[in-house]
């Protein structure tokens, strides 16, 4: 069944960056198969868009879902002091207040335009069963793709590492439940990938089997790096070198691994990402909220690193809202390198087609022939946008935005601002009465 989607200014984050005011796009089972302006092709369905601007959906490539559950805590710490105060209070996770919390987070992802998350679970608390299978069965119901993890930690605070003993696993434990993980992919809605919590939370032997696992299995490794100044001196007092150095002994530095942070690299750490192929998702308000730090955005991209957007956590950003990431990516670019390094485009890109290059998805970010109908819908007639003689600068620098409508395979997941397949009020009220077990 052909569907055609017209009168919209397209951007298509193709390889020329292809733009088309008046635009329109067709789209058969799932998929876009003609994109364009002028003469339209024959359809089956027509779909007026109303003078709208449409962007390919955005890629979120690092957030923890659960954390929406915790918002506005530890309201003054860095990222240690922030973690040492949420950890026992995490402690509690259990299936039910997982899927809570991931309808809620994933529902407010997709208002916000984005059509593909990753979520680093790292928190399996011994004994708690379902948690990665609850997160999966939220995004099934809203209709949103996700690549969950199956993180880990298993260095405790006993053994020198940052989380409680209580919450940490067993290494034997984690491999044996990682690999059991990977059956719940299906390649197209639900992936899976590999992802030990940080080097101040995992083993050196955790880190090293779990990329042996990752590879044998043919999953994707992440984990965070070079967030803060006090994981580089627990890197250099524990491990004798800098956070980069450790994961590049550990095999860790490869095509197959994207990064979380990399506020704090240097322009040779840079440059080793570039040459090995690494990724990284950049998430500018949760480094921002803990006074991380500014990532080198330009150098990064100089560089030739895949780079995309992170919401991060809603207990370190308290937004679950992706476009904002879009904006707020193009001002740390401008605050560190001036106004040139960072044009609202190259940003909007980050949070396309630069995510999708992260999680090395070539179906996704993109509006071009053969690609997922993945599309958000952007209207231009509000307050904020009204003056802006360009339309994709207006929505960058204008942003946050609520989306219109937004498709993920072709299907409609909100309309008019509103989820399709979910109650925004009912959701909002059982994440609450989970939140409340939480309440310190």
């Not at 659960?66 to 973690?83: C, I």
Request: some cysteine; overall charge negative; aromatic content about 6%.
């Amino acid at each position: 069944m052909s569907t055609l989607f017209v009168n919209a200014h397209v951007v298509t984050m193709d390889d020329e960056g292809a733009e088309h005011p008046g635009g329109w796009i067709q789209v058969d089972d799932g998929y876009v198969t003609a994109v364009g302006s002028g003469n339209r092709p024959d359809t089956d369905h027509l779909h007026d868009l109303g003078g709208t601007v449409v962007t390919p959906g955005l890629v979120n490539t690092h957030h923890h879902l659960w954390q929406n559950l915790t918002r506005a805590r530890a309201q003054q710490e860095n990222l240690f002091g922030w973690l040492r105060a949420l950890y026992p209070v995490w402690a509690a996770i259990d299936e039910e207040a997982e899927y809570a919390a991931a309808r809620a987070g994933l529902a407010e992802l997709a208002l916000s335009g984005c059509t593909t998350v990753f979520d680093h679970h790292y928190l399996f608390p011994p004994g708690r069963k379902g948690l990665l299978e609850a997160e999966i069965r939220a995004a099934r119901e809203l209709g949103m793709r996700i690549v969950a993890s199956r993180g880990s930690m298993d260095l405790g605070e006993s053994d020198g590492g940052l989380p409680p003993d209580s919450i940490v696993e067993d290494r034997d434990d984690v491999l044996a439940a990682t690999e059991a993980a990977a059956a719940l992919a299906d390649g197209a809605q639900v992936e899976i990938a590999v992802a030990p919590c940080s080097p101040f939370s995992v083993t050196k032997e955790l880190m090293r089997e779990s990329a042996e696992l990752a590879r044998r299995l043919g999953l994707q490794l992440h984990t965070h790096l070079a967030e803060t100044v006090e994981e580089a001196e627990f890197a250099q007092e524990t491990f004798g070198c800098t956070p980069v150095e450790y994961v590049e002994e550990l095999g860790w530095l490869a095509e197959d691994v994207w990064c979380a942070h990399c506020v704090h690299l240097s322009d040779e750490d840079v440059a080793k990402f570039g040459r090995h192929d690494v990724g990284v998702a950049h998430c500018p308000s949760s480094n921002m909220r803990l006074g991380a730090g500014l990532a080198p955005v330009r150098g990064l991209l100089d560089a030739g690193v895949r780079l995309g957007l992170g919401v991060d956590g809603s207990a370190s950003n308290e937004r679950g809202d992706l476009f904002l990431e879009v904006k707020q990516s193009l001002l740390v670019a401008r605050a560190r390198g001036g106004p040139k390094a960072l044009t609202a485009r190259d940003a909007l890109r980050l949070g396309t087609r630069g995510g999708a290059a992260v999680l090395r998805r070539g179906d996704i970010g993109e509006l071009s022939p053969g690609k997922r109908a993945d599309f958000a819908v952007w209207r231009t007639d509000g307050l904020e946008l009204g003056g802006a003689s360009d339309p994709v600068a207006g929505l960058v620098f204008a942003g946050p935005h609520r989306v219109d409508r937004l498709y993920v395979g072709g299907e409609e997941i909100v309309r008019d601002g509103r989820l399709v397949r979910g109650d925004e009020d009912e959701i909002a009220r059982e994440q609450r009465c989970q939140a409340e077990r939480f309440a310190s």
